[in-house]
């Protein structure tokens, strides 16, 4: 995350309101695509024993604006589990179906600054669950979905996230059976948290539908148009249906800056300035609100489990297209407007 980048900070790249050009657009991402395509660093993730067979070699970006403009490049159209990438989405329906103050007070949302998997964060924490983008708050988040049956559950949250993607999303049936074979701590978290009286379902099906949640198949433009959707007030910018209401975008968002890389949530927003969403397979998103998302795949990740291209090529294009939330630009650069005295440098 912390090699110098192929360019220098500059004002150049101040936060504007709107995307760059789409042909600005489409340069700068097969520009980053070049940059980082041959990056070897990083480890394919080999706790779940399906996804250890990922190729290393995959790559790929997808930006879609918020008016619906889209540039693709490399392996964008490549399926691969969505994984934890699908906490904020899913954390979004039950936003909309039960109200954000209900996630507050069930689940919480403040960073844990633990990693994703984290059962120490439970124990330490008096709220138990403290953030629905790692495992334990986003197991309870699922199980806050509505529905009487694993099953009724289920359909909601898949219409949901297929809203999202704007195309109805389907399970990889090999990472399913593969992860429901193996989650033993996912399945001793959401006990766990019954027991604290923090899970509002079922613990074996709540862990259930969170395994199948997270198998469900995307591609990186997948990523990108689901996370335009969030920079969209909750439309899906390509088709137009509302996928939520406006009013929540901007507390998943806020969620997302405080633990979507989970313990690397700070250096991340410190870097790149806008919110950002990792998962295990390789995926990730990225949101710069009122302007659109990327969506990158590349299976190899840090030790904290984010993947190492996705995040160089976020860097580089939050850079270079001006998504950085933070950036602004001395008032005494910019052209004064008649009869208006300047503070000038
Ligand atoms: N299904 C994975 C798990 O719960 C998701 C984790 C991730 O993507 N970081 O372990």
């Known amino acids: 995350m912390h090699e110098s980048l192929p360019f220098e900070d500059s004002l150049a790249s101040i936060s504007t309101g709107d995307l760059p050009s789409l042909l600005e657009v489409e340069q700068h991402l097969h520009e980053a695509y070049g940059h980082?395509?041959?990056d070897d660093d990083g480890a394919v993730?080999?706790?779940?024993p399906a996804l250890a067979q990922a190729d290393p070699s995959l790559f790929g970006a997808s930006i879609v604006g918020a008016a619906g403009n889209v540039a693709d490049v490399g392996d964008a159209a490549h399926p691969f589990s969505i994984q934890s990438v699908s906490k904020p989405f899913v954390f979004a329906l039950v936003c909309d179906a039960l109200g954000h103050e209900q996630v507050l007070?069930?689940?919480g949302v403040n960073g844990t600054g633990l990693p994703f998997?984290?059962?120490m964060?439970?124990?330490?924490n008096q709220d138990r669950t403290m953030n629905p983008m790692v495992n334990a708050g986003a197991i309870a988040t699922t199980s806050l979905i509505p529905g009487r049956s694993g099953e009724e559950k289920?359909?909601?949250l898949v219409d949901g996230l297929s809203r999202f993607a704007g195309r109805r999303l389907?399970?990889?049936d090999a990472v399913y059976a593969s992860e429901t074979a193996t989650n033993l701590r996912n399945q001793g978290i959401a006990h766990?948290?019954?027991g604290y009286g923090r899970l509002y379902f079922d613990p074996d099906e709540a862990t259930d539908v969170y395994t199948r949640q997270c198998s469900l198949l995307v591609t990186a433009h997948d990523l990108a148009v689901m996370g335009a959707t969030l920079a969209d007030g909750g439309i899906n910018p390509i088709t137009g249906e509302q996928a939520i209401e406006p009013r929540h975008c901007k507390r998943v968002l806020a969620v997302l800056a405080t633990a979507g890389l989970y313990e690397r949530s700070g250096e991340w927003l410190y870097e790149i300035g806008i919110p950002g969403k990792s998962g295990v397979s390789g995926g990730m998103v990225a949101i710069a609100p009122g302007k659109g998302a990327i969506g990158t795949f590349s299976p190899p990740l840090d030790d904290a489990g984010n993947s190492v291209r996705g995040q160089r090529l976020v860097k580089y294009l939050s850079e270079r297209l001006g998504l950085n939330m933070f950036a602004s630009k001395p008032i005494g650069l910019a052209s004064p407007p008649a009869g208006t005295a300047r503070r000038l440098a």
Not at 45 to 48: G, H, L, P, R
Request: charged content about 35%; overall charge negative.
């Open 105 to 107: 007070d069930k689940v």
């Open 45 to 48: 993730a080999d706790y779940i």
């Open 154 to 156: 289920w359909e909601f």
């Open 170 to 172: 389907e399970v990889d």
């Open 192 to 194: 766990l948290l019954d």
């Open 117 to 119: 998997n984290s059962v």
């Open 36 to 38: 980082y395509r041959y």
């Open 121 to 124: 964060a439970i124990e330490l």
